[in-house]
């Protein structure tokens, strides 16, 4: 229920002469109004600040420094705590967390083990969006992206040595599900781009409207900077200089 009774002087001198000492339940109480009125009586005369701003988190702490709310369980100047010096304590061995031990619900759920192979698509921002493609986890520690690597590439590595910078292991027949080492082959970034555009003919649409959006980009870019120059009328050489 909303209070609009206006506020007589009396009123206002009793909420400036109380405002951050009492709650606004009290003084309400005293006023006969509720709370929020006092509240907001008290922000339109200047009297505090609305709460949760940074002028009202410090009159708080003002108001608050110095003050001993609670002197029996306040730590007192040189107060050592009990534990001091008593690193690695173990108050409920039974309870505790072990190192190594055995994994319980959400984690123990999803939990694979060392060399299992999952199969993932590919997400919408990639190149070859809805794409099946064969995963093997290789660790258990690290990032969760970095436990998991190719199919092919592991297979590549393990059967014919490490893969050199640059080059990249693809699928011949342009299935990336099959992972047979005779339909795998190790080449560089043009070998990569030629078989792309032979698997995916796709992707030469998508590169020529990426061109056109840059293209288009540039060209936008420009009008304005020679609409700015007219406006202005400063010249190309006078702008560089």
């Known amino acids: 229920m909303s209070d609009r009774r206006r506020w007589t002087a009396e009123e206002v001198e009793y909420l400036r002469r109380h405002v951050g000492r009492r709650t606004y339940r009290e003084i309400g109480e005293a006023l006969g109004r509720t709370p929020k009125s006092c509240d ?52 409920s061995p039974a ?3 072990k190192r190594g031990g055995p994994l319980r619900g959400t984690a ?35 990032p969760f992206a970095d436990r998991y690597i190719s199919l092919a590439r592991w297979l590549w590595e393990h059967q014919r040595g490490p893969i050199p910078p ?28 030629a078989w792309q555009q ?10 020529r409207r990426r061109l ?7 060209s936008i870019d420009y009008r304005r900077l020679k609409a700015w120059r007219l406006a202005r009328q400063v010249s190309p050489a006078r702008e560089v200089g």
């Open 95 to 97: 309870t505790e967390f």
């Open 40 to 91: 907001q009586a008290a922000f339109s005369r200047g009297l505090a600040a609305r709460r949760g701003t940074d002028a009202w988190r410090e009159r708080i702490a003002r108001s608050n420094r110095g003050r001993h709310l609670h002197p029996a369980g306040e730590f007192k100047p040189g107060h050592v705590p009990w534990m001091k010096g008593r690193r690695g304590i173990h108050q």
């Open 198 to 207: 032979s698997t995916w003919p796709a992707i030469k649409v998508k590169a």
């Open 166 to 193: 640059g080059m990249v292991v693809i699928h011949a027949d342009g299935d990336s599900l099959n992972d047979d080492l005779a339909n795998l082959r190790l080449v560089d970034r043009r070998g990569l781009l």
């Open 108 to 142: 123990a759920r999803r939990f694979r083990a060392i060399g299992t192979v999952v199969t993932r698509t590919r997400r919408a921002k990639h190149r070859r969006h809805g794409e099946r493609v064969r995963f093997i986890k290789v660790r258990d520690s690290g």
């Open 212 to 218: 056109n959006k840059v293209l288009r980009r540039r």
